[in-house]
């Protein structure tokens, strides 16, 4: 049988383009297949700008520490393709994956469509398949368009909604909030994150026209960090629970609408295993193990994958949390990101950027671009050719240093390549 690699080669060359927000062809692709979308587990559907993944990691804790099995699909994967896919809780294995994919393919024809539609495709085809209790579905981009938007959910959840992917989604935040809150579907439940005014208007237009009920936070739930741990309160009570296992101000609120749609879903006994079990690659995550921690001796390594302003600010307020060391920032950012919005927040944190490119990646903006931007933003930065080098340098001046890997998803999965 053919590698799941060599077929997704081949899946990536149907269409020019790598993002081109219809629905035509996966509705095309999706009748071919007999409908999977239709004979799905229970789905929540979750889309924002911020927060997706971690908020889905402590939904899907939650769920399976309530003893149900759940299906998660979420994008990008950060080392392997596989990561995208969770049947029942497990990553897709390998002979599965390359089988779904050739049937897709196969089903496809030829015609154009982009490498998410079809693999989105072949996601649900595995969760139709496969028993399992719930199915958790993480938007790639938007909502209205997005290749995810062909189900019918039982509650959807909007994580906090901010500037990014203008070029797709809108130059203002209405018109992102728009295409966001294109998820919401007539009488289906939606917890609603922490939103700026202008945004949450719009999802209180739209879900009026269709009759969803919000459950918003900060008017029909809160969540508040006290001695130590959360604390949740909605119109059914209070609940006192464990700090997120995630790091952050900004986890505090995904772990608040995670509780929150344990509550609608009911399996609010599962939210002490929201907060104590999820994980979440290179959301803050402390490298322990590995080559490039070995290099780095005594130094911490980090790895963050955020990549806008509201990422910047909340890696910003998550540093503060942690005992002071000497900062070093090594980043890589896409052409396609504010860099300098991102950086703005960090700016008062770090005590220097070390710029590199993202290996691999066509649209990086190179190391001489990051240094620059970095340094209007009031970071004193540098370059170098590579994490490796950059890692070399800071502890040869700094060997108590605590490093800091960020800027992008793409540089986050190629470290944890080459961490291993």
Not at 1 to 7: E, G, L, N, P, V
Not at 181 to 210: H, N, S, T
Not at 243 to 260: D, E, K
Request: hydrophobic share 45%; glycine share 10%; net charge negative.
């Amino acid at each position: 049988m053919q590698t799941s690699d060599a077929i997704l080669d081949r899946l990536m060359a149907l269409h020019p383009k790598v993002i081109d927000l219809v629905l035509d062809r996966v509705h095309r692709l999706l009748d071919a297949l007999d409908h999977p979308e239709t004979h799905l587990p229970p789905v929540i559907h979750i889309a924002g700008t911020n927060g997706k993944g971690s908020t889905l990691a402590m939904i899907r804790a939650g769920l399976e520490g309530a003893g149900d099995s759940c299906h998660a699909y979420t994008s990008p994967h950060l080392a392997r393709f596989h990561e995208r896919i969770r049947l029942a809780g497990d990553l897709i294995a390998e002979d599965r994956l390359a089988e779904l994919l050739a049937e897709c393919e196969a089903a496809n024809g030829g015609d154009p469509i982009t490498y998410f539609e079809i693999t989105t495709c072949a996601a649900l085809l595995a969760f139709a398949r496969t028993p399992a209790d719930w199915t958790l579905l993480e938007v790639g981009l938007g909502g209205r368009l997005d290749a995810t938007n062909v189900v019918n959910p039982a509650l959807t959840v909007i994580t906090p909604v901010s500037m990014d992917h203008e070029g797709f989604l809108g130059d203002t935040i209405e018109k992102i909030a728009g295409e966001k809150a294109g998820i919401l579907k007539p009488g289906v439940p939606c917890i609603v994150g922490p939103q700026d005014e202008a945004a949450l208007e719009v999802i209180e237009y739209r879900a009026a026209r269709l009759n969803a009920p919000l459950h918003i936070h900060g008017q029909h739930w809160h969540v508040t960090e006290e001695n130590g741990g959360l604390v949740f309160q909605d119109e059914t009570g209070l609940m006192d629970l464990p700090p997120p296992r995630l790091i952050g101000a900004h986890q505090a609120q995904n772990a608040g609408m995670a509780v929150a749609a344990l509550r609608v879903l009911g399996r609010a006994e599962g939210a002490p295993a929201a907060m104590r079990n999820a994980t979440w690659p290179a959301r803050m995550q402390r490298l322990s193990t590995g080559p490039l921690v070995d290099a780095a001796g005594a130094a911490e390594v980090w790895l963050d994958g955020g990549h806008n302003p509201a990422a910047g600010m909340a890696l910003a307020e998550a540093l503060t949390r942690l005992p002071h060391r000497p900062l070093h920032l090594i980043c890589g950012m896409l052409n396609t990101k504010d860099a300098r919005g991102y950086m703005r927040p960090l700016a008062a944190r770090a005590d220097h950027l070390h710029a590199v490119s993202i290996p691999g990646e066509p649209n990086t903006l190179s190391a001489a671009q990051t240094r620059a931007e970095a340094e209007a933003a009031g970071l004193p930065a540098s370059e170098a050719g590579s994490v490796a080098e950059a890692i070399a340098r800071i502890t040869s001046v700094d060997p108590q240093a605590r490093i800091l890997i960020c800027g992008s998803l793409y540089l986050a999965g190629r470290v944890l390549q080459q961490n291993g």
